[in-house]
C-alpha cells in the first residue's frame, strides 16, 4: 500500500511540476513580447538587436536550467502549492469532528468551552503531521529524482489520464472542505 501511495504522490507532483513548468515558460514568453514591443518603440535600432540578442541568450539559459528536475525555482513552488493541497485535504476530513466538539461542550462549564478550540489545534497539527508524512514519501532521498526519470518516458496518454487525475486532486480538498462544513454545521444544527 505505501509504494502505491508514494507512487500516486510522485505522479501528481510530477504533473505539478511539468504543469508549472509550461506555464513559467509561457508567462516569460508573454513578458518577451510585451518586452519587444517596449524596445522597438523606445529605443534605436542598433540599441534594439543589441539588448535583444543579450536577453534572448540569457532567457535560453534560464529555460535550460528551469528544464532540469532540480532546478530550486519551480521545484520549491511546486512544493509548497502540494503541501497546502496535503494540508487541506487531510484538515477537510477532520472537520466533521470539529463539528461533534462543538455539539456536544457544556457551555456553561469553562473547561469545555474551551474544548472545541483545542480539538481545532489537535485536528491542524494532525494535519502537519500526517502532511509531512506524506511530504517524505516525495522528498526524502531525492526520491521525486528516481520517479521523474521513469515518469518522463511515460507516453501522452499515461501524461494526459495523470493530468486529470492531478486536476481532480487539486480540487477535491475544497469540494471536500465545502461538504464537510456543511456536514459540521448540520451537526452542530441537531
Known amino acids: 500500500m505505501k509504494k502505491e501511495v508514494e507512487y500516486f504522490l510522485n505522479a501528481v507532483y510530477y504533473i505539478f511540476k511539468v504543469k508549472l513548468l509550461k506555464l513559467t515558460i509561457n508567462i516569460d514568453h508573454l513578458f518577451d513580447i510585451c518586452l519587444y514591443k517596449f524596445f522597438s518603440v523606445m529605443l534605436p535600432k542598433k540599441s534594439q538587436k543589441k539588448i535583444i540578442n543579450w536577453h534572448e541568450n540569457s532567457m535560453s539559459e534560464y529555460r535550460e ?16 502549492f502540494f503541501s497546502i493541497i496535503l494540508v487541506l485535504f487531510i484538515f477537510s476530513l477532520f472537520v466533521p469532528i470539529i463539528g461533534l466538539a462543538v455539539k456536544f461542550s457544556d457551555y456553561s462549564n469553562s473547561l469545555s468551552f474551551n474544548l472545541p478550540f483545542l480539538i481545532i489545534i489537535i485536528v491542524g497539527g494532525l494535519s502537519l503531521l500526517i502532511s509531512n508524512y506524506f ?9 521525486h529524482l528516481k520517479y521523474f526519470e521513469q515518469f518522463s518516458k511515460k507516453d501522452k496518454e499515461w501524461h494526459r489520464k495523470w493530468g486529470w487525475i492531478t486536476f481532480f486532486f487539486s480540487i477535491a480538498p475544497f469540494i471536500l472542505l465545502a461538504i464537510n462544513f456543511r456536514l459540521c454545521m448540520l451537526i452542530i444544527e441537531l
Open 65 to 80: 536550467y528551469l528544464k532540469k528536475p532540480t532546478n530550486i525555482i519551480v521545484s520549491t513552488s511546486v512544493y509548497r
Open 135 to 143: 511530504d517524505k514519501m516525495i522528498t526524502s532521498d531525492e526520491r
